[in-house]
């Protein structure tokens, strides 16, 4: 197996509300490599959003360590940790956050006009099969469509890592699987360590770990001899 991407000691966060702390991660320990393809399976609150966050530089720990290719991200100051989701991660969310008065080709063009070296955008939507489509409006596409334009955006910077939160969650079936299409052959054909977070635990069939979650905790976790193709998936 490859070295690691992150490696993860004793990560904990702690949200203060009020009198009461959450307790959203208690002491995770884990590593990522190159190349995987790894599910977060869990409950909502089982610490799932928060693991990607801090791994993606949009939360910090409030306790532990976590290093990306063995540079440690838990102190890293905001400017620091701007460069780094600039340079190394592309972020897919279950809402597109498209911007509704550009077309695909200029959403993308946003990322990769202040990239160091973004493929163009036009290469981007065509790895998603949206070639044809990049003239179009976010309104004159469908949810899959749109989906796939945010994932041509967040590859476009050939980002080390893709991190996705329910990229299907707003998705029906057909168009989903479509999406997981998409980010398999991201995974495959870039070498891009891909983590997708999702409730629907037939997606685990196309991973080569899952990893449970509850409370906090990484409670089990499973590696697959062989990965289903997203075009089989069933649920």
Known sequence: MSSPVFVASG?????????????????????????????????????????????????????????????????????TL??????CVGFVFQFYNLIPSLTARENVALITDISRDPMKPEEALDLVGLGPRMDHFPSQLSGGEQQRVAIARAIAKRPEVLLCDEPTGALDVTTGITVLEAIEQINRELGTLAVIITHNAAMAEMADRVLHLSDGHIVKTRTNETRMPARNLQW
């Open 82 to 87: 701007t460069n780094f989701r600039r340079s």
């Open 11 to 79: 990560l904990r966060k702690v949200y203060h509300t009020g009198e009461v702390d959450v307790v959203a991660l208690s002491g995770v320990d884990v590593e990522f490599h190159a190349g995987e393809l790894v599910v977060l399976l869990g409950p909502s609150g089982s610490g799932k959003s928060t693991l990607l966050n801090i791994m993606g530089g949009l939360d910090v720990p409030t306790s532990g360590t976590l290093h990306y290719k063995g540079w440690p991200l838990t102190h890293a100051d905001e400017k």
